[in-house]
């Protein structure tokens, strides 16, 4: 079951990162960073500046697209 569950959110993340494009503005699931901006998407992770305009590297498995 743990080996099922680990392909579905690799699945997801690789659709994800597929559709995410630099300037693309994005939610997360952290209350650290709850909004920001693509920069760069990168195998496994993308560089995101938040609102205050400090870079991160967030797992693709945390971001939800949309406003």
């Known amino acids: 079951i743990t080996r099922m569950i680990k392909m579905r959110r690799e699945d997801l993340a690789r659709d994800l990162k597929y559709a995410l494009k630099p300037g693309d503005r994005i939610r997360t699931y952290s209350n650290r960073i709850p909004t920001g901006t693509i920069v760069k998407v ?22 939800r697209t949309g406003e």
């Open 42 to 63: 990168n195998r496994t992770k993308a560089v995101v500046t938040d609102d205050k305009g400090q870079g991160w590297d967030i797992p693709l498995t945390m971001i």
